[in-house]
């Protein structure tokens, strides 16, 4: 399965005049994949044989493994992937499933997000997909219908045709 972020809620703010920035420069905290069948689960896991890759957007010399995908999978919410460039996270299954809804979220501490928790600019445009081979990947799901992040996100969707 990829995620692949094409805008940030940090995008469209004020000030920026509709003008988008690079993907790259987000972070997500847990991305969550739900089994369609039951018991329903989190299939995104590590813990269940998920692995994660994509780029990151900074990196820490004392420490390699910060900011990585790997921590957006890892059911803690303290931690989180830096997004970089090219903006994708590729989840790799241990077996075929069978998936329903995916939720992500960019927060720190506990489940209530708010916005006093939210830290770096958090995916609002994005597509899902999926492939069976690896190599040949179908979009399944978007943000197509979902409400704009702000009036200024609104404004660029008509503008881009969105």
């Known amino acids: 399965m990829k995620f692949v972020i094409h805008g940030l809620t940090g995008d469209h703010q004020p000030g920026k005049k509709g003008k988008r920035l690079a ?3 987000g972070k997500l905290t847990e991305f969550q994949v ?10 995104a896991l590590a813990s269940n044989g998920t692995k994660a890759e994509g780029a990151k957007s900074a990196i820490a010399e004392d420490f390699p493994e910060a900011y990585g995908p790997q921590y957006c999978i890892d059911r803690v919410l303290g931690e989180a992937w830096f997004i970089g460039n090219p903006a994708v996270l590729t989840l790799t299954f241990a077996k075929s499933e069978r998936v329903a809804p995916i939720t992500f979220m960019n927060a720190r501490g506990d489940r209530s997000i708010d916005e006093g ?3 770096g600019a958090t995916p609002c445009e994005y597509e899902v997909q999926v ?3 690896g190599q040949t990947w179908r979009t399944v799901a978007s943000d ?3 409400e704009p992040w702000t009036p200024a996100h609104a404004r660029w969707r008509r503008v881009a045709g969105k």
């Open 23 to 25: 993907a790259g420069g």
């Open 131 to 133: 492939s069976m081979d």
């Open 34 to 43: 739900w089994s369609a069948d039951e018991p329903d689960r989190n299939l």
């Open 144 to 146: 197509a219908g979902r």
């Open 117 to 119: 928790k939210v830290r």
